[in-house]
């Protein structure tokens, strides 16, 4: 039983690193005080299902780890 949730956490780690490794670069302080441009932060398309599934994949890994943990 133990070796399933081991199994699960070691995929679901590497799909959580390539998924924030696909992500892209924002620049922080981009937009300067004053002006309208408010728009760079909505997501939208594959970069809102990115964004999404990595929220999904950090919500199994941590109940995963913490299934794991209790477990052992």
């Known amino acids: ?11 679901v780690s590497i799909l959580l690193i390539i998924l924030i490794l696909v992500q892209a670069k924002g620049n922080g302080l981009s937009i300067a005080p004053g002006s309208n441009d408010f728009g760079k932060f909505e997501k939208r398309g594959a970069e809102k299902t990115l ?6 994949l950090g919500t199994i890994f941590v109940l995963n780890a913490t299934i794991y943990f209790f477990l052992s």
């Open 1 to 11: 039983m133990l070796k399933i949730f081991f199994i699960i956490q070691i995929i």
């Open 51 to 56: 964004h999404i599934a990595t929220i999904v």
